[in-house]
């Protein structure tokens, strides 16, 4: 069974900039468009960033221009560069297939964006 590990995240200031990293542990990112997920508290689980298996991109309005996804199917990683980070950025970040996560969720890893 395919697992999934987030990491990367962590406490930044509002402007801040974080990388998260998605580590999977069987080659499914040069099979499947992969996404980035996140869910704040008290909200449901949105889809804020996917790619596809050539690369293309797609981003949610609120984090474009401001969130990058790229993968490394060699090494079975995606990343997720953000900057000018704002409050309501707050969340557990997860990856997982595109658009819908068919994959087991992994753990998560937490951003949290306050001064």
């Known amino acids: 069974q395919v697992q999934l590990v987030e990491s990367g995240g962590g406490l930044v200031q509002p402007g801040g900039s974080l990388r998260l990293s998605c580590a999977a542990s069987?080659?499914?990112?040069?099979?499947?468009?992969m996404g980035w997920y996140r869910q704040a508290p008290g909200k449901q689980r949105e889809l804020v960033a996917s790619?596809?298996?050539?690369?293309?991109?797609t981003y949610a309005d609120s984090v474009k221009g401001r969130f990058t996804i790229s993968r490394d199917n060699a090494k079975n990683t995606i990343y997720l560069q953000m900057n000018s980070l704002k409050p309501e950025d707050t969340a557990v970040y997860y990856c997982?297939?595109?658009?819908?996560?068919?994959?087991?969720w992994g753990q998560g890893t937490q951003v949290t964006v306050s001064s």
């Open positions: 069987g080659s499914i990112f040069s099979i499947y468009s």
């Open positions: 997982n297939v595109s658009p819908i996560g068919i994959i087991s």
């Open positions: 790619i596809t298996t050539r690369g293309s991109t």
